[in-house]
């Protein structure tokens, strides 16, 4: 669980996380990222802040979901 900063929203922090793991290869293209109840878990955070997270990072174009399968990053050009 990260130590998070009370001034800055908590789902733009675990967004971060998973961003910055995407940019190093810890996620690698067409990976699934963690589900909405694993950054729950991991996290400590609530199902509808796990699901901004989510819908962050596909507004971002750095994710995509496939219904029934889950979350995966997008591929890289």
């Known amino acids: 669980m990260i130590e998070f900063v009370p001034d800055i929203p908590r789902w733009r922090q675990v967004a971060d996380v998973i961003r910055q793991r995407i ?3 810890t996620y690698p293209p067409r ?3 963690p589900s909405v ?8 955070i609530a199902a509808m ?10 507004a971002e174009g750095l994710i995509y979901t496939e219904p029934g ?3 995966y990053v997008s591929p890289q050009p």
């Not at 109840?37 to 400590?44: H, I, M």
């Not at 802040?49 to 596909?58: E, I, M, P, S, W």
């Open 23 to 25: 940019k190093d290869g």
């Open 31 to 33: 990976s699934r990222v």
């Open 37 to 44: 109840n694993q950054l729950t878990e991991e996290f400590g």
């Open 49 to 58: 802040t796990a699901h901004k997270v989510h819908r962050g990072l596909r």
């Open 69 to 71: 399968m889950g979350s």
